[in-house]
Nanobody, 115 residues
Framework: QVQLVESGGGLVQPGGSLRLSCAVS????????MAWYRQAPGKQRELVAA???????DYADSVSGRFTISRDDAKNTVYLRMNSLKPEDTAVYYC?????????WGQGTQVTVSS
């Protein structure tokens, strides 16, 4: 049974930074395209950052230049480094395959950007 467990969220002031982690169990991460997604209150879930098995990356325009996605296949973990955070980045952040597999959605980790 595959499980994805997100962690690292919290409350941060505008301009601050956080690093999210996604630990994958039940399946090897190697070679799979992964992504971070987020869902803000009242909005649909959106793709934020993606990384291929070959480490190519892509970002939503709203986070490009501020967020960095990376992976450590030896640790079966995907990361999202978030800098220069803005209030509009407030959301629950999830990781999943890209494209996502419905049964893989975890609980996510809450990121709140507020002064």
């Amino acid at each position: 049974q595959v499980q994805l467990v997100e962690s690292g969220g919290g409350l941060v002031q505008p301009g601050g930074s956080l690093r999210l982690s996604c630990a994958v169990s039940g399946s090897l991460l190697r070679f799979y395209a992964m992504a971070w997604y987020r869902q803000a209150p009242g909005k649909q879930r959106e793709l934020v950052a993606a990384i291929t098995g070959g480490d190519s990356t892509d970002y939503a325009d709203s986070v490009s230049g501020r967020f960095t996605i990376s992976r450590d296949d030896a640790k079966n973990t995907v990361y999202l480094r978030m800098n220069s955070l803005k209030p509009e980045d407030t959301a629950v952040y999830y990781c999943n395959r890209n494209p996502p597999i419905q049964t893989y959605w975890g609980q996510g980790t809450q990121v709140t950007v507020s002064s």
